[in-house]
């Protein structure tokens, strides 16, 4: 019974190394779990076209993409109520 045991458990260790193997051998084909993954990060990121410069918030230190500042005296504000406040 031991050694099934340890023979399922050598011919299962054979084939996570030999899929290992292949993998590193195919560098270019991306394996299906990170595949899956980066589609889901990027479905968002190619649907908005290219990447968004950030601007700091002058009163809070919070950074946001510049699309949403609010400008004051060339100082740049998250909200409208950061940019009166200053």
Not at 5 to 27: D, I, S, T
Not at 30 to 45: L, Y
């Amino acid at each position: 019974m031991r050694f099934l045991m340890w023979l399922a458990l050598g011919v299962l260790v054979l084939f996570a190394v030999r899929k290992k193997a292949q993998n590193l051998a195919r560098p270019d084909q991306p394996s299906q779990a990170s595949a899956a993954s980066q589609a889901e990060a990027g479905a968002a990121a190619t649907s908005t076209g290219s990447a968004e410069s950030m601007v700091c918030c002058e009163r809070c230190q919070l950074y946001f993409p510049a699309s949403e500042a609010v400008f004051k005296e060339n100082k740049s504000y998250c909200c409208a109520a950061h940019a009166e406040q200053s």
